[in-house]
């Protein structure tokens, strides 16, 4: 029998890379959904599409085809029609899309069954804004990972600057209290901590103890 772990959170909260460590340790498969969110809204990008509902993004979705895949090493992969964007996707334009898209009831149906069939086969860690309330309702654990906006936009920052990218601070701030809010927002699945999962604050902690912190959650309740 698999088991599921759900992991949610608002944007820079580390969801991927503690997720992924974690998972690693673990033996279980990492799936990143904020992903699926990131690659559609650059296929809308791509072809000029607003990311609200309406017949141009159901059209969009008849047309393109998402898919996660895991290379040699165990690391995922995102296609987009067969073209692997998992790098195009990492950008503050495509998460401030992916927020945008995710409100679009069409594009949350599309991805769900996807997301819940990855869950079925294989034990998981999946990471997002609703996989404990809406995606794995009934996941055997749910946690709610989190850290101050300030901390999240310090290590989104620093992460940034090291890529070499030009990049102030005070946007960063800004980007992550308005994904905050749009996300908590929505009318569809909007990011909110389930009744029964555990909250992890990892605003004072560097990233090996927020990894440690999971681990030693996930193991308590295994």
Do not use: C, W
Request: charged share 30%.
């Amino acid at each position: 029998m698999s088991i599921a772990i759900a992991i949610d959170g608002p944007a820079g909260a580390g969801k991927s890379t503690i997720s992924k460590a974690a998972a690693k340790e673990l033996g279980f498969i990492y799936i990143d959904t904020g992903a699926l969110y990131r690659t559609v809204g650059l296929a809308a990008s791509r072809r000029g599409v607003e990311p609200v509902e309406g017949a141009e993004v159901n059209s969009m979705l008849d047309e393109i085809k998402v898919e996660l895949t895991f290379n040699e090493n165990g690391e995922q992969v995102v296609l987009l029609d067969g073209e692997d964007v998992s790098g195009l996707i990492r950008t503050p334009e495509a998460s401030m899309m992916a927020s945008k898209i995710s409100a679009v009831p069409a594009v949350r149906a599309f991805l769900l069954d996807l997301q819940r069939n990855m869950a079925k086969t294989d034990n998981v860690i999946m990471d997002g804004r609703d996989i404990g309330t809406v995606i794995l309702p009934n996941a055997e654990i749910k946690i709610f990972l989190t850290a101050s906006p300030e901390a999240r936009a310090q290590r989104r920052y620093k992460e940034l600057i090291e890529k070499g990218m030009d990049v102030k601070y005070e946007d960063i701030l800004d980007d992550v209290k308005t994904r905050d809010y749009n996300d908590m927002h929505r009318d569809i699945a909007p990011l909110k901590q389930a009744d029964d999962a555990v909250l992890a604050d990892t605003t004072k902690l560097d990233l090996q103890e927020s990894i440690e912190l999971i681990v030693n959650i996930i193991k308590e309740r295994s």
